[in-house]
């Protein structure tokens, strides 16, 4: 099966996004991120109905890398609890071949 891991996590600014990103991708522990445009969240938290701006962003990583690469983003997240996802995607076997030799 050609599948890598994408790792989902909204950050509280851009300037988060990039200094975690650039750590993920600099420790091989994410072959990729893709950072998105700023968008708007409403959540609960602590009994109240929130409302925020959010930077979201996506990390491809093998399977394996990728309970690594969520603990080492969770160390650095300014969220008291940050939802960090991970979902498998079908890729062409080039691009799993480039995201393992990345995560090496």
Request: glycine share 4%.
């Amino acid at each position: 099966m050609n599948s890598i891991a994408l790792v989902q996590v909204t950050f509280a600014d851009a300037a988060e996004a990039e200094r975690i990103g650039a750590d993920m991708i600099a420790e091989r522990l994410a072959a990729c991120v893709t950072i998105g445009e700023p968008c708007r969240s409403i959540y609960r938290w602590n009994g109240a109905v929130e409302r925020g701006r959010e930077v979201p962003a996506t990390f491809k990583t093998t399977g394996m890398r990728a309970r690594a690469l969520a603990a080492a983003i969770l160390k650095r997240h300014s969220y008291e609890l940050p939802v960090i996802e991970t979902t498998a995607a079908e890729v062409d076997p080039a691009v799993r071949s480039w995201v393992e030799e990345s995560t090496r």
